[in-house]
């Protein structure tokens, strides 16, 4: 494929994902299941050090979330529980 086409999203050749980004040379490490786009790295573990950030998702964010009807069922259980664990 190397030149002979324009950059863009096309099949994953390597079958990891629906499609993967070539930049006209090469293929990037950048994929896409067709409405979203990440960098095909592991995604970092939470910790310790996230805590505070939790805290807020659990104490402040969901309850508004809630009350506006934007996190519901399993969306607002499963950030929950994650806050909760750490």
Partial sequence: MQ???NAGWYPDPHRITAMRWW????WTPWESDGARVWD???APALGPQ???NLR???DTYLPE????GAA??????A???LADEL
């Fill in 50 to 52: 996230h805590l505070e």
């Fill in 65 to 68: 979330a809630r009350r506006r």
């Fill in 72 to 77: 519901t069922g399993a969306v607002a259980h």
């Fill in 56 to 58: 807020f998702v659990r």
């Fill in 23 to 26: 930049d006209g040379a090469q």
């Fill in 79 to 81: 950030l929950e529980q």
């Fill in 40 to 42: 095909g790295r592991p």
């Fill in 3 to 5: 030149g002979r086409w």
